[in-house]
């Protein structure tokens, strides 16, 4: 029974997880995507993606 | 067979809602062109800065372009004062024509834009080198010199500045013409009128406005107008009737005057219309 | 082996006859651009050992040939025939594309579904691709016809147009007949070798002339559309339309290629969704359970042809777009800010037809399998964000106007919606919208599988959160560079907004290509589906047929008052844009007659399989 609600926690863990990661890792592509496609136009951006030109 | 019915029926339904959007929509003619016949014997400054006015909204097409942020693509030039800001341009080290003046400044600007571009406003990969406006003499626009002449007029008149440039001699009168390769409508707008009782007459202002006394008919008499109200005041009445209405009386007056009457007309009765005191 | 050369060997020199017959119009139009003296000139040099080289007096007489500048013709110059010239051209020109689109579309889509069908070993494909042919067939015919008829009617009703047309593009023109050999050639030759030709290497000798007859129609197409470009574009010629550069200058005009891309992927979608009528049509006709699964999935591959092409339409549109105002901003402006700018309302209002017709019957399609009911809550969510973009799109932006427009109208802002109406709310709700439905179609395909990758869950939250993202960054760009920052960045926001839309996509065809190999699939039932769901595949094909429509005026108006812009003015009575209420009448009776020539397009495919039954021989009188 317990073991049953360890594995349960776990996936629930896994599942967490791999959210949370594959989320910040497509905030990240999308992010590095603004900045490239901005800039190949010849408009560059700040950090935190305001107009640096 | 039902099926067909059907199917049809549904079909011919959806392409008569597509078409009752198009209705939905205003209905406005693109219409070309079309060269207007100015006399230039009897063509006062006035008349020449409204002419410079008209090519500035139509024919010379500036408005798509150049219109109050942010949707302007290019400098607002209606909400600046032209010759001031002409004077700056001239003055930045960046200016490299060779226009002397205000006037000279901005005719350089229509013949040859990419002369000196505005910082921002350039075409995009040029560094502000090149313009994206076309030369206004040439195709697809091709205004005349008069006509260029006629937009520096406006220009410099709308915000109350001396007119600088000189009114066009008959003699170019064949110059204009030139220009005019569009054949003219036939059976198209009647003769302006001549004399203020003339254009009274066309309009028929006096069916519904006494004009020599303050009896009321179906508007306001008009006997002591020019008292009651300025010049502008009688112009805007006569252009946008229904903006102010004097109390009591029913929005019954045209609100089309603006696109019927001449601008010669109109000046004609606003004067006519002030000097009722 | 013997039985393959036998029946390769007759078609081989028919080729070879057709290569020789293009080559003969090549050589013609080649002739006719040397200039006499070349030709004519000595290949070798006479010269004395020793000696220098023999001056050879040349008789060079310098012909001074003006060149011809583009006509002026006045009004009086146009034969008047009581009848709006420009309303005749504009109904037999916009039938002539119409089928011309449906029949270079056809054998580009039956050429990749037989291609399928060859490896993936299923005969379905190949009958369907079959059928797909034998009922666009007529449809050759019906183009050349109208085709003909625009023609004669554009060198009867503008005699000058046509003189200066055919003065700057000369051979090309012959070039183009010449084609039409080659296409009809081919045509006949793949569609009635369909079944001779079907097994083994004899298969691979009918996919070589599906893809010939595909190369036959692509050229013809660009040939064409370089005539269309240089009027709204003239390249190759000075101010006053006098010829100055060869026929690839001529043709190679600014917007020649993204007309060519836009064209090319809206006739598979144009393609698409009238054989998807077809298929609705004898879907409904038939109670045979057999038939109906056959003609729904028909429908299917259809409507998932004319979805899958209509997706990145917008981009190729966005570039041709692009081009024009690179080319001239004016005349961006006046297509797209003038008061041609009203009818991307209802431009609006049909592609929002058009998403929604598609969502719809990919939602009624899901009944077709038992595992969609996983998916079914998320419909409603999908229809909310439709309905809401639709909304916000066809909300009226403010427009350029004259003062005498601009009074007509009262106004050129709308007081509530101005902020609405502007470009960035509308590009936040087209993108959101491409994004949506591309979730449906996700959806629909998963819906009858299950995924058996141990990385499933991964990939799951990976895709979500691709969605959440893509959905975020969109609105994000559209309202801050759109509303606080300037209009450069406003316009290269739009670009990464179509960049994350692309994403989404492929990175959805790529996660679920990758997830769902070898997926366990549930049972799928073609031909479950709902009555009404039909009747998405016909909204389909009469919007978009309705959207080429009103898309050429727009291509055509943006010239003004030119009939070559720039170059040569158009003096006609009808040198004026009409209103949109106009066009509009215009555009539903081209498609009216369009649907009509479609119809008979289809009966006439389905007469040939039906035979009339010998009647029998009534004795009367009863003397036999």
Redesign the interface.
């Known amino acids: 029974m317990g073991n049953r609600m360890q594995e349960q926690k776990s996936s629930i863990t896994?599942?967490l997880l791999?959210?949370v990661?594959?989320?910040v890792?497509?905030?990240a592509?999308?992010y590095g995507?603004?900045h490239l496609?901005?800039s190949m136009?010849?408009?560059p951006l700040n950090a935190d993606?305001?107009?640096a030109? | 067979m039902s099926v067909l019915i059907k199917t049809l029926g549904f079909s011919f339904a959806l392409t008569l809602v597509f078409t009752l959007v198009t209705y939905l929509l205003p209905q406005v003619e693109g219409e070309a062109p079309v060269e207007k016949d100015v006399d230039l014997n009897t063509l006062t400054m006035d008349d020449f800065i409204a002419m410079g006015e008209d090519l500035f909204n139509n024919k010379g097409t500036c408005t798509l372009c150049h219109k109050p942020p942010p949707i302007g693509r290019a400098p607002d030039i209606e909400g600046f004062d032209m010759v001031a800001v002409s004077i700056e341009r001239l003055a930045d080290e960046r200016y490299q024509g060779d226009a002397k003046d205000a006037a000279g400044y901005i005719l350089e600007s229509m013949v040859a834009p990419s002369q000196y571009v505005v910082a921002t406003w350039g075409k995009?990969?040029s560094n502000d080198t090149e313009s994206p406006m076309p030369a206004i003499d040439k195709a697809p626009i091709e205004l005349s010199a008069i006509e260029m002449d006629a937009i520096i007029a406006y220009l410099q008149a709308k915000d109350g500045n001396e007119v600088t440039v000189s009114l066009p001699l008959p003699e170019d009168a064949a110059v204009v013409a030139d220009t005019g390769s569009a054949a003219p409508v036939d059976g198209g707008l009647p003769a302006p009128a001549a004399t203020v009782d003339e254009a009274l007459g066309k309009y028929a202002c006096s069916s519904c406005h006494s004009m020599d006394s303050a009896d009321t008919l179906v508007g306001p008499g008009l006997a002591d107008v020019g008292a009651r109200l300025s010049v502008e005041e009688i112009r805007e009445s006569i252009v946008d009737p229904n903006a102010v209405i004097t109390e009591g009386f029913p929005a019954a007056m045209p609100a089309d005057f603006a696109d019927k009457m001449t601008v010669k007309e109109l000046d004609m009765i606003v004067k006519y219309l002030a000097e009722k005191q | 082996m013997n039985r393959l050369f036998d029946s390769i060997l007759p078609w081989g020199k028919a080729l070879c006859w057709a290569v020789l017959v293009a080559l003969l119009a090549l050589g013609v139009a080649q002739a006719a651009g040397d200039d006499a003296l070349s030709r004519i000139s000595p290949v070798g040099m006479v010269q004395v050992e020793g000696e220098p080289p023999i001056e050879m007096p040349v008789a060079v007489e310098e012909e001074v040939v003006e060149p011809m500048v583009a006509p002026r013709p006045t009004r009086a110059d146009y034969p008047n025939i009581g009848v709006s010239s420009r309303a005749i051209v504009w109904v037999l020109a916009q039938l002539h594309l119409f089928f011309a689109a449906l029949v270079l579309a056809v054998p580009l889509f039956v050429l990749t579904i037989e291609l399928l069908g060859v490896f993936t070993g299923d005969e379905r494909y190949d009958s369907m691709a079959h059928e797909f042919m034998k009922i666009s067939l007529t449809g050759f015919s019906i183009t050349a016809i109208f085709g003909g008829s625009l023609a004669l009617a554009l060198f009867l009703l503008y005699p000058d147009f046509m003189a200066y047309m055919t003065h700057v593009f000369g051979a090309q023109l012959m070039v183009y007949a010449g084609l039409f050999f080659l296409e009809s050639f081919f045509l006949y030759t793949y569609y009635y070798g369909w079944n001779a030709f079907r097994y083994g290497n004899l298969k691979w000798v009918h996919l070589t002339l599906g893809l010939l007859l595909n190369a036959a129609g692509m050229t013809i197409m660009v040939v064409s559309n370089s005539w269309a470009t240089f009027m709204m574009a003239p390249s190759g010629v000075n101010e006053v339309g006098a010829v100055i550069g060869n026929i690839w200058e001529v043709m190679k005009g600014p917007l020649w290629n993204p007309i060519n891309l836009h064209r090319f992927i809206a006739n598979i979608a144009f393609g698409g969704a009238v054989v998807g009528a077809y298929a609705a049509f004898k879907f409904l006709s038939t109670n045979d359970p057999e038939k109906r699964a056959h003609y729904d999935w028909m429908g299917y591959t259809s409507n998932f042809i004319a979805i899958l092409a209509f997706l990145p339409l917008p981009f190729a549109g966005y570039w041709l777009m692009a081009e024009i105002y690179a080319y001239s901003q004016q005349m961006g402006i006046t297509a797209m800010g003038g008061i041609l700018a009203w009818l991307f309302i209802v431009q609006a209002v049909l592609i929002g037809t058009i998403l929604l017709a598609g969502n719809f019957y990919l939602w009624a399609g899901m009944s077709r399998t038992d595992g969609s009911e996983r998916y079914k809550g998320l419909i409603k969510f999908i229809a909310f964000v439709l309905v809401v973009c639709f909304l916000i799109w066809v909300t009226p932006h403010t427009l350029i106007l004259s003062a005498s427009e601009i009074a007509l109208l009262g106004g050129s802002h709308h007081h509530i919606l101005g902020p609405l109406g502007i470009m960035p709310a509308k590009n936040v709700a087209v993108n959101l919208m491409l994004v949506v439905t591309f979730l449906s179609f996700q959806l629909y395909r998963r819906s009858d599988k299950v995924a058996t990758v141990s990385w499933a869950?991964?990939g799951n939250?990976?895709m979500?959160?691709?969605y959440?993202?893509?959905i975020a960054?969109i609105i994000f760009?559209g309202v801050?560079?759109g509303y606080f920052?300037?209009t450069?960045?406003k316009v290269?926001?739009s670009?990464?907004q179509v960049?994350?839309t692309l994403?989404v996509i492929v990175a959805g065809i790529v996660i679920d290509t990758l997830m769902f190999k070898n997926a366990k699939t549930l049972p799928s039932h073609w031909g479950r589906i709902p009555d009404r769901s039909q009747y998405a595949l016909f909204a389909l094909p009469i919007a978009f047929t309705w959207l080429m429509g009103l898309m050429g005026y727009v291509r055509s108006s943006v010239k003004t008052h030119w009939h070559v812009y720039t170059v040569m003015k158009d003096n006609s009575p009808d040198n004026f844009i009409p209103t949109i209420g106009y066009a509009g009448n215009m555009i539903t009776i081209v498609t009216v007659l369009f649907l009509l020539c479609v119809l008979f397009m289809f009966w006439v495919a389905n007469l040939s399989g039906t035979r009339q039954s010998k009647p029998i021989a009534v004795v009367e009188g009863g003397v036999a």
Request: proline share 4%; hydrophobic share 60%; glycine share 8%.
């Open positions: 896994t599942t791999a959210a990661i594959s989320f890792f497509v905030l592509l999308f995507l603004d496609v901005m136009q010849g408009l993606l305001s107009p030109g | 995009k990969g | 869950p991964m939250a990976l979500v959160a691709i959440v993202v893509a960054n760009l801050y560079y920052t300037n450069v960045y290269g926001s670009v990464a960049a994350s994403v």
